[in-house]
C-alpha cells in the first residue's frame, strides 16, 4: 500500500512541473503562468517527487527501495504524458484525487 502512497505523490509532483511550463499551463488553465507561480510549480513538484521516495525507503529499505521508486516515477510519468495528449483535464483532476487515494491506502481505511 505504500507504493499507492508513493504513486499518489508522485503523479501530482510531474502535474506540477509540467505546469511550471507554458504550453501545458495554458492548456489546462487557460493562461502562461506568471513567475511566482512558476517558481512554486518547480518547488512544489520537486518536493513532491522527493516526498514520493520515502514510503518506497520505507518498505523496501535502501537496497531496493530506490530501484522501486525510479519504478513509481516511470508509471506516474508515463500516465500523465497519456493523459496529458489525450485528456488534459483529467489529468487535473486525477492529481487532486490521487494524494488522498494514496492516503487513504496508506492508513488502510477501507
Given at each position: 500500500?505504500?507504493?499507492?502512497?508513493?504513486?499518489?505523490?508522485?503523479y501530482p509532483?510531474?502535474?506540477?512541473?509540467?505546469?511550471?511550463?507554458?504550453r501545458h499551463h495554458?492548456?489546462?488553465l487557460g493562461e502562461a503562468p506568471p513567475w511566482p507561480r512558476r517558481l512554486a510549480c518547480r518547488l512544489g513538484g520537486?518536493?513532491?517527487l522527493g516526498l514520493s521516495g520515502?514510503?518506497?525507503?520505507?518498505?523496501?529499505?535502501?537496497?531496493?527501495g530506490p530501484v522501486a521508486w525510479c519504478g513509481v516515477l516511470t508509471l506516474?510519468?508515463?500516465g500523465l504524458v497519456a493523459l496529458l495528449a489525450f485528456a488534459?483535464?483529467?489529468?487535473?483532476?486525477?492529481?487532486m484525487l490521487l494524494p488522498a487515494v494514496g492516503g487513504i491506502a496508506?492508513?488502510?481505511?477501507?
Open positions: 500500500m505504500m507504493a499507492a502512497l508513493a504513486f499518489g505523490l508522485a509532483g510531474f502535474l506540477l512541473l509540467s505546469l511550471a511550463m507554458d495554458r492548456d489546462l520537486a518536493g513532491l520515502l514510503p518506497c525507503l520505507a518498505v523496501w529499505g535502501w537496497s531496493i506516474a510519468a508515463s488534459p483535464r483529467a489529468a487535473l483532476i486525477l492529481a496508506w492508513l488502510g481505511l477501507p
